[in-house]
Nanobody, 125 residues
Framework: QVQLVESGGGLVQAGGSLRLSCAVS????????MGWFRQAPGKEREFVAA????????YYTDPVKGRFTISRDHAKNTGSLQMNSLKPEDTAVYYC??????????????????WGQGTQVTVSS
């Protein structure tokens, strides 16, 4: 199993920045990648960004391209999501997740088998 714990959420004004971190423990060698998803009140969970655990290739949903940067650190078993130029529509609970080995895609929630508890991000206008 893999355990994930997010941190770094909070309240920020529009245009500000936050850095989310995801601490990973357990069978990290089996991870196919790490993803970040978010869920706003009354909305379905949506993909935000993902990175392959071995090669480091990254993927982003269009609304966050150029503003968010995903990264991972093998040595520390951590992942991060740097969020700049935040907008009120970025307000949501953010979840990190670990992908199954050799996933066909990293942009679908079905590719992930372990999830963190989530961290709240609130962007005020």
């Amino acid at each position: 199993q893999v355990q994930l714990v997010e941190s770094g959420g909070g309240l920020v004004q529009a245009g500000g920045s936050l850095r989310l971190s995801c601490a990973v423990s357990g069978r990290t060698s089996s991870m196919g990648g790490m993803g970040w998803f978010r869920q706003a009140p009354g909305k379905e969970r949506e993909f935000v960004a993902a990175i392959s655990w071995s090669g480091g290739r990254s993927y982003y949903t269009d609304p966050v391209k150029g503003r968010f940067t995903i990264s991972r650190d093998h040595a520390k078993n951590t992942g991060s999501l740097q969020m700049n130029s935040l907008k009120p529509e970025d307000t949501a609970v953010y979840y990190c997740a670990s992908a199954r080995p050799m996933p066909l895609t990293l942009v679908r929630g079905s590719s992930y088998e372990y999830w963190g508890q989530g961290t709240q991000v609130t962007v005020s206008s």
